[in-house]
């Protein structure tokens, strides 16, 4: 449950500031499709997906109690896998180690390109259209590339978090900040 970002790349030595084509298409198709729905809809893909600022101000505060609730609920989990013997985060330990000997390019473009990608899909296309649980299932069952029950648990429960707060403010901006600060982090503590 230490990063966020599903789809993560294999992190095999020798993919040095080089974003593989499957990690491009990925996010292609996760802003490109719900873009493309609402066109076809004849909406407004921006607004309909929150994709807009309620001021800087507000955005940044929302962001900042979004990354603090985040990050809570991370410890939380964390803690009570430990407490009940499950607690199998080594495998994403191992994972983001991986991650970030690939190169600054791969790395910088996980955490900016695929946060934004991810909060366009699940949060501003997918919640809207299936609800909070079923997206966040979908986001959750797509961090399985770590091996890990408890990412996917985290994912799932960070995913909802991430879920209710667009469906409060209708604003995606706060969700991309606090998801790419949360990642971050992980990737610096880690």
Known sequence: MRAASALTPS????????????????????????????????KDPLAELGLYS????????????????LTAITIAISVASSFLNVNDLDKVYDSVERLKTTGPALLGYLLVARVIAEEIFFRGFLAKKTGA??????????????????????????????????????????????????????????
Request: no cysteine; glycine share 8%; net charge positive.
């Open 11 to 42: 992190g095999r030595r020798g993919e040095n500031n080089i974003i593989p084509l499957q990690q491009l298409f990925i996010d292609f198709t996760l802003i490109f499709f719900p873009l493309l729905f609402y066109k076809l809809e004849k």
């Open 54 to 69: 309620n001021g800087l101000k507000k955005d940044a505060l929302n962001a900042i109690g979004l990354f603090a609730a």
């Open 133 to 190: 649980v079923i997206s966040s299932i979908v986001f959750g069952a797509l961090h399985a590339s770590y091996g890990s029950a408890v990412e996917i648990t985290g994912a799932i429960v960070l995913g909802y978090v991430l879920a209710k707060a667009f469906e409060s403010n209708k604003n995606l901006l706060p969700n991309i900040f606090a998801h790419f600060l949360y990642n971050l982090t992980v990737v610096l503590i880690v």
